[in-house]
């Protein structure tokens, strides 16, 4: 019995955004080939021993908004993911969250969206998205702080981190969460974003700004290892979750 569809094993693919990023995934698969796409490379690897687990598949989804929810739509279009999988950066709120923590989107709000003709309040609201993650229960396959990403096509702007922290509840912020979570909430694709905060922003500092940008490329380094490296234990208990409910369903036809 194959798990999660019918017809095939459980799939999923991991949408890696930002150039920096990318580079530090495809250095823990330096053997790997990668194949074209007009959005952006891929190349799948097998990290399980398992029929009922495909390889997964790591796209490069390009940075910012526009790239992030037109990629989206294709990996999710083309390969049909039991599970999509966002793993990157963000820039911390200072005081609120830690270098190296790594965030779990239980919400994703793209804040740079100006209203003036209408609600500001109902057009941010719009593209707002709750992640389902009662699959994972409370029990995380590793420590993780549950939080708002925000999402805007700029840097952490450090006279509105407080606002943004008041306003939406965000302890940090990125350029693709908002549309990854959107589009795949779209489709009732299952998504996991998972974020490790590289520098901090307050209002009246920020690590990795006014050529500091060594700062976010060697912690983009040591984040991207670790999300990687433990990004086997998400999937697996995201393909028991799809299993149990398979055995489910399957127990209710048998009872009719």
Same mark, same amino acid.
């Given at each position: 019995m194959t798990?999660?569809?019918?017809?095939r094993a459980?799939?999923t693919?991991?949408?890696?955004?930002?150039?920096?990023?990318?580079?530090?995934?495809?250095?823990?698969?330096?053997?790997?080939e990668?194949r074209?796409?007009?959005l952006g490379?891929w190349f799948?690897?097998r990290?399980?021993?398992?029929?009922d687990?495909?390889?997964?598949?790591f796209?490069?989804?390009?940075?910012?908004?526009?790239?992030?929810a037109?990629?989206?739509?294709y990996?999710?279009?083309?390969?049909?993911?039991d599970?999509l999988?966002?793993?990157?950066?963000?820039?911390?709120v200072?005081?609120?969250?830690?270098q190296?923590?790594v965030?779990?989107?239980?919400?994703t709000?793209?804040?740079d969206?100006?209203?003036q003709?209408g609600?500001?309040?109902?057009? +941010?609201?719009?593209? %707002? =998205?709750d992640?389902d993650?009662d699959? *994972?229960e !409370?029990?995380? /396959?590793?420590?993780?702080? #549950? @939080?708002?990403l925000?999402?805007?096509?700029?840097?952490?702007?450090?006279?509105?981190?407080?606002?943004?922290?008041a306003?939406?509840?965000?302890?940090?912020?990125?350029?693709?969460?908002?549309?990854?979570?959107?589009?795949?909430?779209?489709?009732?694709?299952?998504?996991?974003i998972?974020?490790?905060?590289?520098?901090?922003?307050?209002?009246?500092?920020?690590?990795?700004?006014?050529?500091?940008?060594? +700062?976010w490329?060697? %912690? =983009?380094a040591?984040?991207?290892?670790? *999300?990687? !490296?433990?990004? /086997?234990?998400?999937?697996? #208990? @995201?393909?028991l979750?799809?299993q149990?409910?398979?055995?489910?369903?399957?127990?209710?036809?048998?009872?009719?």
């Amino acid at each position: 019995m194959t798990i999660g569809k019918s017809v095939r094993a459980f799939t999923t693919v991991v949408v890696v955004s930002a150039d920096a990023e990318w580079q530090a995934v495809l250095s823990q698969f330096p053997t790997t080939e990668t194949r074209p796409t007009p959005l952006g490379e891929w190349f799948s690897v097998r990290l399980f021993e398992r029929p009922d687990v495909d390889p997964v598949l790591f796209f490069h989804g390009g940075w910012g908004k526009i790239a992030a929810a037109a990629s989206t739509q294709y990996v999710i279009g083309r390969w049909e993911p039991d599970l999509l999988v966002n793993l990157g950066t963000c820039g911390g709120v200072a005081g609120l969250i830690e270098q190296g923590e790594v965030v779990l989107a239980d919400r994703t709000v793209i804040y740079d969206i100006l209203e003036q003709m209408g609600d500001p309040h109902e057009a +941010v609201a719009h593209y %707002a =998205t709750d992640l389902d993650l009662d699959w *994972l229960e !409370e029990d995380n /396959p590793h420590p993780v702080r #549950r @939080a708002v990403l925000v999402s805007g096509d700029r840097d952490l702007v450090r006279e509105e981190v407080q606002e943004l922290a008041a306003r939406f509840g965000a302890v940090a912020g990125d350029w693709e969460s908002g549309a990854i979570a959107w589009v795949a909430a779209r489709h009732g694709t299952r998504c996991l974003i998972l974020r490790g905060v590289t520098d901090l922003v307050s209002d009246i500092q920020a690590d990795a700004y006014g050529g500091n940008l060594s +700062v976010w490329i060697e %912690a =983009t380094a040591r984040v991207m290892r670790s *999300l990687v !490296e433990q990004l /086997p234990a998400w999937i697996d #208990r @995201a393909a028991l979750y799809e299993q149990e409910r398979a055995l489910e369903a399957k127990s209710r036809e048998v009872g009719h």
